[in-house]
């Protein structure tokens, strides 16, 4: 119940084109959902990150939309461009649940790869 | 503004040797602070976290140790390395404790560790 499952493991798209990355939790517990953007050898960085009391937040070309009652989220990235092939890896957490239990729990990754 | 520096950036170690990485928070007091382990194309394993010196918490039994032996200071040990013990090694840090608040982690640059 604390997992966080993210699908595709892997992604190609062409440069201008709108990839997208999707979340599946179950515990319906979940309160704060980030996005980490990953580049080779470096790393993670908070991205984009959602609440449950909204539907979608944008951020420049990065775009969460959040299914409440599907317990899904993805992440929509915009015109992408070369510059943004890297992993991504979403995540989930609890608040008023002290200890390991409020901890991130980390999808297992996308690698994005966006051609020129 | 907080920085979070990692060191060193890369190691190569002998199996049967040991292990010393450490993470400083600059800009910010009382942060908690994680130690995550990447293996090569995978994902992010949480293996200590600390709410403050002193107070390690381990999430994953296993070959290595953490201390905090500072408010801003956090440090992963082993005594002897494994071949398995070779990664990625990340160090995060929150302004909140686990369960308190949205779980804002940011990371360090990390740690390339090679076991031969």
């Known amino acids: 119940q604390q997992q966080v499952k993210q699908s595709p493991q892997s992604l190609i798209v062409q440069k201008g084109g709108i990839p997208i990355i999707n979340c599946a939790y179950e515990?319906?517990?979940?309160?704060?959902f980030p996005w980490y953007q990953q580049f080779p050898g470096k790393g993670p960085a908070l991205l984009i990150a959602?609440?449950?009391?909204?539907s979608e937040k944008k951020e420049g070309r990065f775009t969460i939309s959040f299914n409440k009652s599907a317990k899904q989220f993805s992440l929509h990235i915009m015109d992408s461009q070369p510059g943004d092939s890297a992993t991504y890896f979403c995540?989930?957490?609890?608040?008023?649940?002290?200890?390991?239990?409020?901890?991130?729990?980390f999808g297992k990754g996308t690698k994005l790869s966006v051609k020129p | 503004s907080q920085t979070i520096h990692q060191w060193p950036a890369t190691l190569v170690q002998p199996v049967g040797s040991p292990l010393s990485l450490e993470c400083t928070v600059e800009?910010?007091?009382?942060?908690?602070l994680y130690w995550y382990r990447q293996a090569a194309g995978r994902g992010l394993q949480l293996l200590f976290y600390?709410?403050?010196?002193?107070?390690i918490s381990s999430e994953v039994p296993q070959n290595l140790s953490a201390s905090r032996p500072q408010d801003r200071q956090f440090i992963l040990s082993s005594k002897k390395l494994l071949l398995s013990d070779s990664g990625f090694y990340l160090c995060?840090?929150?302004?909140?404790?686990?369960?308190?608040?949205?779980?804002?982690?940011?990371f360090g640059p990390g740690t390339r560790l090679t076991v031969l």
């Open positions: 995060a840090w929150s302004p909140n404790p686990p369960g308190a608040g949205y779980n804002e982690q940011f």
């Open positions: 800009g910010t007091s009382n942060p908690n």
């Open positions: 515990n319906t517990a979940f309160d704060y």
């Open positions: 959602i609440r449950p009391d909204v």
């Open positions: 600390s709410v403050g010196i002193g107070q």
């Open positions: 995540a989930a957490s609890i608040r008023g649940y002290g200890g390991s239990q409020g901890n991130l729990i």
